[in-house]
């Protein structure tokens, strides 16, 4: 058998499942060169992101180093940045060099989509990587820490406005924890006359919060926004956001933390050939292969999957089981067999509401409440990679049960 290169770009959902599965198959395979290529040395769960930049968790809980995922064939990794592919050479171009390859998965995830709304990069939080996440919370503090200090009623008000832009799932979660994390910690350890003055906004462009999700979660949701004294504001579309705040028409929600979860787009990767995209991803074959390139799949956020109505979602979900058909479909291809169709069956959608709270549907059942908390905290944790992550998350979230938030500054 001729020797084989396969060259993973992203280690997320979609990369790192993509390299366990082909691993399964070609463990201690001398013909076979796995290689991964990722920015960062780390893969990040990045569902449990909001509970980091909220002191629920520990940033170690959720990363995991890349190096120790390929321990055992001590298969190739690369910790650089992709910049493009060339289809005809066969070389994937990154700051790190040219790397060559017989068959690519394409998975680099998504970026935060300002949708070219003036002032968004410029003066928002975001909640897409660990960084954000720490200075997120570092942010929460160190407001709440100056608001104590300052006179004026006016600058006081402004520091302790937090205003999360976008309704969808991670806007939700994030503000239930943001408000868990200031209600129920940080007034532990601030004046009341300071806690008493903070206000939280959930901010929707359109008068539906968490488009697409069932009925009974978006009525769960609205209930948990009331219940952490979070403010919704419907209808109402961002047209700007600078220093002073945030601009809808002729109003102005004054805040220093403004943070922004209204959209994301795939990352963008250049291409020496003609490539077919879909709202900036790249339209896949049912066997999760780029038309014409048969030798590259893409998967994941990048991946514009067409369905009946759309495409599939940007989720990690869909990420894991188009890792584990692809992964299928290489093996494939180097057997000389046809690949297999993908196809995607929605195990269900969970939301977490706060401590104790949480809604969502497993196949027909519709569930929320303490019980689908639990539900959601075990398949979260089930989900996380290594059971190093799941004993320290085990362990995190047993303790925050009985105890306060961790309010460390994040590092
Ligand atoms: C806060 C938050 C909460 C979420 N909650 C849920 C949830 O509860 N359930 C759910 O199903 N989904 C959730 N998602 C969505 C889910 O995280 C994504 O759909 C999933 O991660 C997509 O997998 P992926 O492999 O395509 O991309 P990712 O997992 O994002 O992986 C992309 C990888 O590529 C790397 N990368 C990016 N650009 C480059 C480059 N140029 N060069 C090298 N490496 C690069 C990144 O570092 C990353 O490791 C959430 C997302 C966020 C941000």
């Not at 020797?3 to 770009?9: G, H, N, P, Y």
């Not at 520091?159 to 007034?187: D, K, M, N, V």
Request: proline share 4%; with cysteine; net charge positive.
């Amino acid at each position: 058998m001729q020797k084989k290169r396969i060259v993973i770009l992203g280690a997320g959902f979609a990369g790192i499942y993509t390299y366990k599965y082909l691993h399964k198959y070609f463990h201690q395979n001398k013909n076979i060169e796995l290689v991964l290529v990722n920015k960062t040395s780390y893969f990040l769960f990045t569902p449990l992101l909001h509970e980091v930049a909220t002191g629920g968790i520990s940033s170690d809980d959720i990363v995991h180093p890349i190096r120790e995922s390929i321990g055992c064939c001590l298969s190739e990794f690369h910790e650089t940045e992709v910049e493009s592919v060339s289809c005809e050479k066969k070389i994937v171009k990154t700051k790190g060099g040219d790397i060559s390859y017989d068959y690519l998965v394409i998975s680099l995830g998504s970026q935060t989509n300002s949708f070219g709304i003036p002032g968004v990069l410029e003066h928002s939080y975001f909640l897409k990587t660990l960084e954000d996440a720490f200075a997120l919370k570092n942010q929460i503090i160190d407001t709440i820490e100056k608001a104590g200090a300052v006179e004026d009623k006016e600058e006081k008000k402004r520091l302790l406005t937090y205003a999360i832009i976008g309704g969808g799932p991670t806007g939700i979660e994030l503000a239930t924890e943001i408000s868990e994390f200031i209600f129920g910690t940080l007034s532990r350890y601030y004046k009341p006359e300071v806690i008493k003055n903070v206000r939280i906004f959930v901010i929707q462009a359109t008068g539906q919060i968490l488009p697409g999700f069932p009925n009974f979660v978006r009525v769960e949701a609205e209930k948990a926004l009331k219940r952490e004294k979070i403010e919704l504001l419907l209808n109402t579309p961002v047209e700007k956001i600078t220093k002073k705040g945030i601009f809808f028409g002729e109003n102005c929600i004054e805040t220093e933390t403004a943070i922004w979860t209204a959209g994301v787009s795939p990352v963008s990767l250049g291409f020496d050939q003609d490539i077919e995209k879909e709202k900036g991803k790249i339209v896949v074959e049912p066997t999760l292969q780029v038309k014409n390139q048969k030798d590259i799949f893409v998967l994941g956020d990048m991946a514009y999957f067409p369905t009946e109505d759309g495409c599939l979602p940007a989720l990690a979900q869909v990420a894991v089981v188009q890792a584990k058909q692809a992964a299928k479909n290489i093996v494939a291809l180097i057997n000389g067999v046809a690949p297999q169709p993908f196809s995607f069956h929605s195990k269900g959608i969970l939301l977490s509401l706060g401590k104790l709270h949480a809604a969502g549907t497993i196949g027909k059942l519709k569930l929320k409440g303490p019980f689908m908390w639990w539900v959601w905290r075990t398949i979260y944790w089930m989900k996380l990679i290594t059971w190093k992550q799941r004993i320290k998350v085990g362990v995190d979230w047993a303790i925050s049960l009985f105890m306060r938030r961790d309010i460390n500054r994040g590092k």
